[in-house]
T-cell receptor, first 115, second 114 residues
Framework: NAGVTQTPKFQVLKTGQSMTLQCAQD?????MSWYRQDPGMGLRLIHY???????DQGEVPNGYNVSRSTTEDFPLRLLSAAPSQTSVYFC??????????????FGAGSRLTVL | GENVEQHPSTLSVQEGDSAVIKCTYS??????FPWYKQELGKRPQLIID?????GEKKDQRIAVTLNKTAKHFSLHITETQPEDSAVYFC?????????????FGSGTQLTVLP
């Protein structure tokens, strides 16, 4: 099992450019999510999905889009990059229990710099 | 929504001493409280978790305590070792919303001095 795979690991963008961060998991997890990590601010939830075809907004969704066409994949799209989106992005997945998201398995992270 | 505050933001201890990190949460109905450890340049990984029907849980040198009345929970690391140096995040699971997603604290940078 590869677990949660994120690509790319590093990316530099210019303001206004668009890009997609890829996330794939092979554990048949229903729940997938994207977090951003900034110094002193912990991990903040951007978007999440409880299954194929279902997505919802987290704490900081502005400027990002997601889709969940399959159980395995959950890409994060930046439509028009801004310097405020410079961050480390983590994809995470878990089994979904009746009580909600359970133990999260994180990807290795993607460091994005917007100039 | 849920709000989680974590203190201290940085903590330095001598090797062999104990370390304590504290978190408070706002939603009294939150029922799941995990702790994640993130080593430098690595991904966060779960080290211990506790559910609201339990007051304390131990796993070797680490333990977590939960006080539901006061809405706070703490991570205790005994006999600290250099490999314990990392950023630690607490989290709480909200009671509302379809996914019951986790809300994280801002993190504590623990440094164990040799």
């Amino acid at each position: 099992n590869a677990g949660v795979t994120q690509t790319p690991k590093f990316q530099v963008l210019k303001t206004g450019q668009s890009m997609t961060l890829q996330c794939a998991q092979d554990m048949n997890h229903e729940y997938m999510s994207w977090y951003r990590q900034d110094p002193g601010m912990g991990l903040r939830l951007i978007h999440y999905s409880v299954g194929a075809g279902i997505t919802d907004q987290g704490e900081v969704p502005n400027g990002y889009n997601v889709s969940r066409s399959t159980t395995e994949d959950f890409p994060l799209r930046l439509l028009s990059a801004a310097p405020s989106q410079t961050s480390v992005y983590f994809c995470a997945s878990s089994l979904r229990t009746s009580a909600g998201a359970n133990v999260l398995t994180f990807g290795a992270g993607s460091r994005l710099t917007v100039l | 929504g849920e709000n989680v505050e974590q203190h201290p933001s940085t903590l330095s201890v001598q090797e062999g001493d104990s370390a304590v990190i504290k978190c408070t949460y706002s939603d009294s109905a939150s029922n799941y409280f995990p702790w994640y450890k993130q080593e430098l340049g690595k991904r966060p990984q779960l080290i211990i978790d506790i559910r609201s029907n339990v007051g304390e849980k131990k796993d070797q040198r680490i333990a977590v305590t939960l006080n539901k009345t006061a809405k706070h929970f703490s991570l205790h690391i005994t006999e600290t070792q250099p490999e314990d140096s990392a950023v630690y995040f607490c989290a709480a699971r909200a009671s509302s919303g379809s996914a019951r997603q986790l809300t994280f604290g801002s993190g504590t940078q623990l440094t164990v001095l040799p």
